[in-house]
């Protein structure tokens, strides 16, 4: 199955930007990595997805390296409604497993 | 709104009880998963269904079982409950069977084993 690890938690301040790394390991050669934002209480909402090199999108982008075994998302100018738990999503390769790593608590201070 | 429905929003039941959650996905969206969330272990997949079928089996207890019924929506069943089993339950769906689309994910169901 693949592995997905990423940091526990962050700290940030207003208007700095933000990048959370994931790495993973034996994931689908064939799939989209995604990352996901969670509010206490709330199901994990998707942020953004892609398969290499960079994409964005008006809340975030998103950089995978060539050899696919990291994802980075980058938050621009965090605000205080940043602060969740971010979790990237990859499929397991061959078996199609979705793994979710086990989350960043993103705390964005005043 | 992800525009998928869980029910009940809340269980509270006794170890040893079984217990039946409910999902509806999204319109038009074939595959339905469903997720444990607890604090120790964050998401952890259970199951997929496709179309009716079983896509993709995870780490699925024996004593829990699932299926999607014809018009879609689908059922996690939960016996012999323990202490261990109070968690945070997910459903999510999609429109593709495997890879590329993007989960939708309900406001899950809160279960609590006294």
């Known amino acids: 199955l693949a592995k997905t690890t990423q940091p526990i938690s962050m700290d940030s301040y207003e208007g700095q930007e933000v990048n959370i790394t994931c790495s993973h390991n034996?994931?689908?050669?064939?799939?989209?990595i995604t990352w996901y934002q969670q509010f206490p209480s709330q199901g994990p909402r998707f942020i953004i997805q892609?398969?290499?090199t960079k994409v964005t999108n008006e809340v975030a982008s998103l950089f995978i390296p060539a050899d696919r075994k990291s994802s980075t998302l980058s938050l621009p100018r965090v605000s205080l409604s940043d602060t969740a738990v971010y979790y990237c999503r990859a499929l397991s390769g061959g078996s199609y497993i979705p793994t979710f790593g086990r989350g960043t608590s993103l705390i964005v201070h005043p | 709104d992800s525009g998928v429905t869980q029910t009940p929003k809340h269980l509270i039941t006794a170890t040893g009880q079984r217990v039946t959650l409910r999902c509806s996905p999204r319109?038009?969206?074939?595959?339905v998963y469903w997720y444990q969330q607890s604090l120790d272990q964050g998401l952890q997949f259970l199951i997929q269904y496709y179309n009716g079928e079983e896509r993709a089996k995870g780490n699925i207890l024996e004593r829990f079982s699932a299926q999607q019924f014809p018009d879609l929506h689908s059922e996690l069943n939960l016996s012999s409950l323990e202490l261990g089993d109070s968690a945070l339950y997910f459903c999510?769906?999609?429109?593709?069977?495997?890879?590329?689309?993007?989960?939708?994910f309900g406001p899950g169901t809160r279960l609590t084993v006294l």
């Open positions: 319109s038009g969206d074939l595959s």
């Open positions: 034996n994931i689908a050669t064939n799939d989209y």
């Open positions: 892609g398969y290499k």
């Open positions: 999510a769906s999609s429109v593709a069977g495997a890879g590329v689309s993007e989960q939708f």
